[in-house]
């Protein structure tokens, strides 16, 4: 049985993350850095107890309500424009955050959105939509009404 050894002058990039002389293995990282920037967005983050971005949404015990999950949470942003429109959502019915922070649950920063068809349109834009297609085809039925 043969081995193969190593030459004694093997030389390999190190990790371009300061004080780390591993070898690299992607963009100039060794494993563990590209990891971390893979997950954190951020090669010194502490492999524990950082969690980069908060990617979910904050919850709130609310039981009874509608909307609420088995265990009685409901996202913050849907009880907030719940209670902004008196009544719970619809199943079809989302809440949009317009600046894109899931923290953000003023209302001035939400929308309610409809998946009805087509999936991702503004309720008001709907209902503007709705008049209009009734002023082309059906204009008795919005006789009347203001």
């Not at 371009?16 to 893979?38: L, S």
């Not at 709130?60 to 913050?76: D, L, T, Y």
């Not at 899931?102 to 503007?128: A, C, T, Y």
Request: proline letters at 5%; one cysteine or more; charged letters at 30%.
């Amino acid at each position: 049985m043969t081995t193969k050894q190593k030459p004694w002058n093997f030389k390999y990039e190190v990790c371009t993350i300061e004080d780390c002389d591993k070898a690299h293995t992607a963009k100039g990282m060794c494993q563990m850095h590209y990891r971390r920037v893979k997950l954190h967005k951020d090669p010194n983050a502490n492999a524990r107890g950082h969690k980069g971005k908060r990617s979910t949404y904050k919850m709130i015990v609310f039981r009874g309500h509608p909307n609420a999950n088995s265990k009685g949470g409901i996202a913050e942003h849907r009880l907030v424009m719940s209670l902004q429109l008196g009544r719970p959502l619809l199943p079809n019915e989302n809440v949009h955050h317009i600046n894109g922070d899931r923290k953000d649950n003023r209302i001035e920063n939400l929308e309610l959105w409809s998946e009805m068809q087509p999936s991702g349109q503004r309720v008001e834009d709907k209902v503007e939509y709705a008049v209009e297609i009734l002023k082309q085809y059906a204009p008795h039925l919005l006789e009347g009404r203001s």
